[in-house]
């Protein structure tokens, strides 16, 4: 598995949610399937079923988080390259067409969130954008023809 780059803050989320996850999820899945339990013949008892289920999904979700902090590779925002656009680098992009100007900082899937302008450098804007400098442009495909994006500034 490759290595996620992470700001310490992104690191910490992750792991508070796992914690949670971990403590107050498995006590809740518990609950469920013991009150499900309660009720009856398990093999007709459709809320047992459902409750084992939810169990699954957690157990899952907490291996996933698992394994995305045993293979992250925490960086120091002072350290960033801001010569070109790179994770962690805070970018003003300018929709070629629209003209709309839009700030993004380039942050890893895990941290990935567009309310707050953390764009992913997974997504096809993100890859788009990787990698190029000042006034050059990122050329985005998608399904409704190329966007073209100036890279206006890059900044932290």
């Known amino acids: 598995m490759e290595l ?14 796992l914690d949670e996850l971990k403590g107050n999820g498995r006590q809740d899945a518990s609950k469920a399937i013991a009150e499900a ?18 169990q699954g999904m957690l157990e899952y979700k907490i291996n996933e988080l698992e394994k995305k902090l045993a293979n992250v590779k925490l960086v120091d925002e002072s ?3 801001i010569s070109r656009a790179n994770i962690l680098s805070s970018v003003t992009i300018r929709n070629k067409k629209s003209g709309k100007l839009q700030d ?3 942050v890893s899937e895990a941290e990935a969130d567009l309310k707050s302008g953390k764009l992913s450098v997974a997504s096809p804007i993100g890859k788009g954008i990787v990698g190029k400098k000042i ?13 073209e994006f100036e890279i206006i500034n890059i900044y932290i």
């Open 79 to 81: 350290q960033v390259d």
């Open 37 to 54: 339990r309660e009720k009856g013949d398990l093999s007709e008892n459709a809320e047992y079923h459902a409750a084992k289920d939810a």
């Open 4 to 17: 996620t780059l992470m700001t310490p803050e992104g690191f910490e989320k992750l792991k508070h949610e």
């Open 104 to 106: 993004y900082k380039l």
């Open 135 to 147: 006034g050059e442009i990122a050329e985005i495909s998608t399904p409704n023809g190329t966007i």
